[in-house]
């Protein structure tokens, strides 16, 4: 019944408190020069640099660059935008990213199934591909796409709907598995199976709604695929 899998990448492959709150210091660190400075931008993403967690509603779950770049811009007044983007999107390149599960048993199990296997996420493409790389898994998948891979971006259909064009596979035997309602919600637009993730910073009631099934983590996908085909 499941010929491919999607999955997101912040939250899903990679432990999204661990990984991107340690990205959220290194840009603030970047823009600000005080406590107070450092405080106030913060609050501009959703993000405490004192503790270290983020807002649920924080636009860097998930948002795209150019959305976080927005919601920082009215702290800089004539500052140029793009020039925020690239700042931001050169940071994520090189922030530490935790894998959630052990990535390639996990992954390579799914492909050793005959499952096709890509990535869908709102970061942009080029640390997308560079985060997959550090983590050695960028041969495991088929497809890749950002928010500016030309798709669109979550919650809309658009990169799911490219990922089936691709690689030829009818939505109906897709999953898309995320840790956010952006994820789900394209994953429902798509006409898509939806499984939610508990390694992002979305909870399993704020989830289990536009879920079809809400696992721990990804390492639990084998199980839910043996449990759809079960007599």
Do not use: Y
């Not at 140029?80 to 599960?101: E, Q």
């Not at 939610?196 to 989830?207: M, Q």
């Amino acid at each position: 019944m499941i010929d491919g899998i999607i999955f997101d990448k912040d939250g899903t492959l990679f432990d999204f408190r661990l990984s991107w709150g340690a990205w959220a210091r290194s840009l603030l660190d970047e823009l600000a020069q005080t406590e107070e400075r450092r405080a106030e931008l913060g609050r501009a993403i959703g993000f405490d640099p004192v503790t270290g967690q983020f807002a649920p509603d924080s636009t860097v779950i998930a948002g795209t660059p150019d959305q976080i770049a927005e919601d920082l811009m009215p702290c800089f007044p004539g500052a140029d935008g793009s020039a925020m983007i690239a700042r931001i999107n050169r940071l994520a390149a090189v922030a530490p990213m935790v894998p959630a599960v052990d990535l390639r048993a996990v992954l390579g199990a799914l492909r050793d199934r005959g499952l096709v296997l890509g990535v869908v996420t709102n970061d942009a493409e080029a640390p997308a591909h560079a985060h997959l790389a550090a983590a050695g898994i960028s041969d495991l998948f088929t497809f890749v796409a950002g928010f500016d891979s030309g798709h669109g971006a979550k919650p809309a259909p658009g990169p799911l709907m490219a990922f089936c064009r691709q690689t030829g596979l009818s939505p109906a035997r897709v999953a898309m598995v995320g840790d956010s309602r952006h994820d789900l919600e394209a994953g429902h637009a798509a006409g898509m199976h939806r499984i939610a993730v508990l390694t992002g910073i979305a909870t399993a009631p704020d989830l289990a709604p536009h879920a079809d099934a809400v696992l721990p983590d990804i390492g639990g996908l084998a199980a839910w695929i043996d449990g759809l085909t079960a007599p």
